[in-house]
């Protein structure tokens, strides 16, 4: 299984410093919340969820969360919601998440991104690189 984001790294060292944990606290909270890490490099995206939401109980709030709603079994991964969302600002020039729950609807019968489970994250990943590829020959043809 491969390990986290270097930005999901920066988010677990972000909340040890915000919680100010010593490096021993820090590092057994890693190896028993972490399934057995030892740093944060270690960490899968499951041990990952459970660091998260042990600091999380401790009071720290991480945009992370908020931004892709964490691994919830049977839905979009983290990853997936970051694409989507990066792909929708790339075809639309905006980042107006009202108008992408409005495509999301219209496309795939699915209200908001929060609630896309994987195999429709799929399609929506390539239908929005399709999207973007096709404007891109258009304006190559137009020139």
Do not use: C
Request: glycine content about 10%; proline content about 3%; cysteine-free.
């Amino acid at each position: 299984m491969s390990g986290i984001s270097k930005k999901q790294i920066a988010v677990v060292h972000l909340a040890k410093k915000q919680l100010g944990f010593d490096d021993e606290t820090y590092r057994t909270i890693l190896f028993h919340h972490g399934d057995g890490a030892l740093s944060a490099n270690e960490l899968t995206p499951q041990a990952f969820s459970g660091v998260m939401a042990y600091f999380n109980a401790w009071g720290f709030r991480s945009s992370w969360m908020q931004r892709t709603y964490g691994d919830r079994p049977g839905m979009a991964s983290p990853h997936q919601i970051d694409l989507i969302r990066k792909l929708w600002r790339e075809w639309s020039g905006g980042n107006d998440e009202a108008a992408l729950n409005l495509w999301l609807e219209k496309s795939y019968g699915v209200s908001a991104l929060r609630f896309v489970k994987p195999d429709v994250a799929g399609k929506t990943i390539n239908g929005l690189r399709a999207m973007k590829r096709r404007r891109a020959v258009k304006v190559a043809g137009a020139r």
